[in-house]
């Protein structure tokens, strides 16, 4: 199985931050990557696929990067309504596999 | 619009059984492979089941597999899932999801709601 493991497992940051958050695939998957948003009480959302791809509707602000085992979400500029969980998944192989997850809170 | 609604979940005793369902509306049901994604109450989320679109092709999750069968009815725009054997540790909230319209294509979207599944004595 791939395991994913997402770094930090949280973070606080402010309104106006830039924030980066890590996952790393215990072997390649090419860009065979979704990253989701989670706010509590609700069901994921997905944001991006294929490692880079922004799903139609999801702000600009967001943005993905990397392949192979290393990848990178990035809120570029935080907004309230971004204060959520984070998950990736890789979509390479079956068992798909999620991240632990990366809570953004406010500082 | 677009919409997966739930139902079928609630309290169980362990070794019993449940069956999970999932109606779909707003989009072409028969075009998207589906799953069934959970997760228990606090923790991250865990994929445990996939079915293509014909129901010919379908994969479990270890955790799942000998216990669980998913299943759908193009027809009926609905997605099922028979839950038997139920344990303790199987107490979360269930999402079905569209996973693409290809075998390629294996990220999550769209959503249901969730429906909550307890096993407890």
């Known amino acids: 199985d791939i395991q994913m493991t997402q770094s930090p497992s949280s973070v606080s940051a402010s309104v106006g931050d830039r924030v980066t958050i890590t996952c790393r695939a215990s072997q390649g998957i090419s860009s065979w990557l979704a990253w989701y948003q989670q706010k509590p009480g609700k069901a994921p959302r997905l944001l991006i696929y294929a490692a880079s791809n922004l799903l139609s509707g999801v702000p600009s602000r967001f943005s993905g990067s990397g392949s192979g085992s290393d990848f990178t979400l990035t809120i570029s500029c935080l907004q309230p309504e971004d204060f959520a969980t984070y998950y990736c998944q890789q979509a390479n192989s079956f068992p798909l596999t999620f991240g632990g997850g990366t809570k953004v809170e406010i500082k | 619009q677009v919409q997966l609604v739930e139902s079928g979940g609630g309290l169980v005793k362990p070794g019993g059984s449940l069956r999970l369902s999932c109606a779909a509306s707003?989009?072409?049901?028969?075009?998207?492979?589906m799953s069934w994604i959970r997760q228990a109450p606090g923790k991250g989320l865990e994929w445990i089941s996939y079915i293509s679109t014909s129901g010919t092709t379908i994969y479990y999750a270890d955790s799942v597999r000998g216990r669980f069968t998913i299943s759908r009815d193009n027809a009926k725009n609905s997605l099922y899932l028979q839950m038997n054997s139920l344990r303790a540790e199987d107490t979360a909230v269930y999402y079905c999801?569209?996973?693409?319209?290809?075998?390629?294509?294996?990220?999550?979207?769209?959503w249901g709601q969730g429906t909550l599944v307890t096993v407890s004595s």
């Open positions: 707003g989009f072409s049901f028969s075009d998207y492979y």
């Open positions: 999801a569209g996973t693409g319209k290809a075998l390629l294509y294996k990220w999550f979207d769209p």
